[in-house]
């Protein structure tokens, strides 16, 4: 099942079902008003949803419409949670060498996490308002789940029973910000504006055998200005999200609709190029004494997408950064 | 003018507005159905509010009713944001000197901060479940202000324009986890589980002069199964309330309803206790060489509150820990 939230006079948008193809849609607002909605009510929900999206897919939903990427907002615009992992361990370990950083102890026994913003998070093809390009504008593409309420100190197991919808991601990430927030030992902070999401949030059994180990196994496409970035393979997490699930839930309940984030997507042989600015250039770093790369100006454009027996599973994310307003 | 929550079928709760002296109550769904949606909303619903304020201050309110803080979840259970600082550096100095901590980079002149999970915020007499007393459970008091929409990179002075409400916190610490997760750069999470609130949030005239510099400057009185713990004064934040929004806001607009906290109060000198176990414990380390007092157990209780001109300004919380349910 795919889902979608449209934009709407509402701050939780409006719920629509998408085809499997991504190219039409049915309001879905007699099931739930929104995506919050229904996972807060998933027994009821996901039966009724899925008997829509299956007549979608035969054409025979009534008022089915075409699917506009553009008018979507983040499957769950502001979220009870956004906890994101780092869960592909050669991501840190590039960075701990290009940047002679002391490695994270504990960092191949113990996910790294940290608590994201979740109360404003963007579209597809939002825009990215930010200040100031010195701040180091990076992408991170990433895959998420979105999990039924979990309880506290939940095991992986009762965790990965949770995971009802999967998702793809850009974090963006402010690169001046990070060692100094690392440094005071509270964290990203600043570092971490609004994260963006990809159109169609989608059960796991749309991707058939790549939903495996509690792993999205699919390349993640990353394109810079048009050009080719990456496309590493979710599978080389080296923690699975039943794994951050239940790290996440050890000390605390996880509301319904709380989103569980990988961290960049990361591949060992650099073959698979990189799914952030900061991960090449630190490839650049031990490769060559320097970083060559730039990160994003205003303007710069990302584009991201994962596919499956060659079609897009999300949709596609293209953004552009953009200047914010002056206050 | 003084709101709260009191618990209902809703995850947000229903607002009713509280008479000053915290006695009485009356039903105000009828300006909103939550302080979310009428923070969301706050130029159409503050004079409505303050009108019923006013009258139920008079004995004038029709179906006013006698306020229980039992009733009362926190003013806003689920909030777009909880932001909470580290605003009192007098704390911060004496962790590093008693556990030989290396100094924060610039912590003087900007502000730590970390994201808390804001989807379960808890009552003031709420019990506090927790998974295992092994992980070092600690309260912390702490004052807090609740804003209205905040643009993104706003200045100090116009972050002060924004506040809304005032509010008393308890931040609840989990100490085991707080070295390794600082070591990590990605910060706090296991370490913080959900956060309590006294059961009123008040505007901030209703502090009068004690509401100066962005600061609430009112003793915060705890004490630990019945014995007085300490009773440091707000005044001592090393930045104020409307540094602290704008450092939150720098790189992400914050929505209305979004939390701020002060961290830990703590005040230089000694002769004022501590608001927290860890704190404590520091000043016993670099004393004796040893710290003495224990972390809470099950059934431990904490009490806090703060006053001005003789009166409770929040209301009262009082809390006892219990070990969750067994998943």
Same mark, same amino acid.
């Given at each position: ?62 008022? =089915?419409?075409?699917?506009? =990427? ?5 499957? #769950? ?6 906890? +994101?992992? $780092? ?81 793809? #991601? ?34 796991? +059994? ?12 699919? +390349? ?38 709380? #989103?569980?984030? $990988? ?46 027996? +060659? ?17």
């Amino acid at each position: 099942m795919k889902l979608a939230t449209l934009k709407s006079d509402s701050k939780d948008g409006r719920l629509v079902v998408v085809s499997r193809d991504l190219k039409r849609a049915a309001d879905a607002t007699q099931v739930a008003p929104n995506l919050l909605a229904a996972l807060e009510n998933w027994a009821t929900a996901e039966p009724r949803l899925q008997a829509l999206y299956e007549q979608l897919n035969a054409g025979k939903a009534q008022g =089915a419409f075409d699917f506009d =990427a553009q008018q979507a907002a983040a499957p #769950i615009p502001r979220a009870p949670q956004w906890c +994101d992992g $780092s869960a592909f361990l050669n991501h840190g370990n590039l960075m701990q060498t290009a940047f002679n950083m002391p490695p994270i102890p504990d960092a191949e026994t113990m996910p790294l996490m940290y608590q994201g913003g979740s109360d404003d998070l963007l579209g597809a093809c939002d825009d990215l308002p930010l200040p100031d390009e010195a701040h180091g504008i990076d992408f991170e593409g990433e895959f998420g789940v979105i999990v039924d309420s979990v309880p506290m100190a939940c095991s992986p197991a009762k965790a990965a029973s949770r995971i009802r919808l999967l998702v793809q #991601i850009n974090d963006v990430s402010l690169r001046a910000f990070g060692p100094r927030e690392m440094k005071t030992g509270f964290g990203f902070f600043q570092a971490k504006p609004s994260s963006s999401f990809a159109p169609v949030a989608v059960t796991p +059994d749309e991707i058939g055998e790549a939903w495996k180990n509690a792993r999205v196994c699919l +390349d993640l496409a990353i394109e810079f200005n048009g050009q080719w970035f990456g496309d590493p393979n979710g599978r080389e997490m080296n923690f699975g999200f039943d794994q951050l699930i239940a790290h996440a839930a050890t000390t605390r309940k996880l509301s319904a609709g709380t #989103i569980i984030g $990988s961290g960049t997507v990361s591949n060992a042989g650099g073959k698979k190029g990189s799914a952030c600015i900061a991960e090449r250039r630190a490839i650049e770093q031990i490769a060559n004494g320097a970083p060559k790369t730039a990160f994003m100006k205003f303007g710069d454009r990302v584009r991201m997408e994962a596919r499956w027996q +060659d079609q897009p599973v999300f949709g596609t994310i293209e953004q552009r950064v953009v200047q914010a307003p002056k206050e």
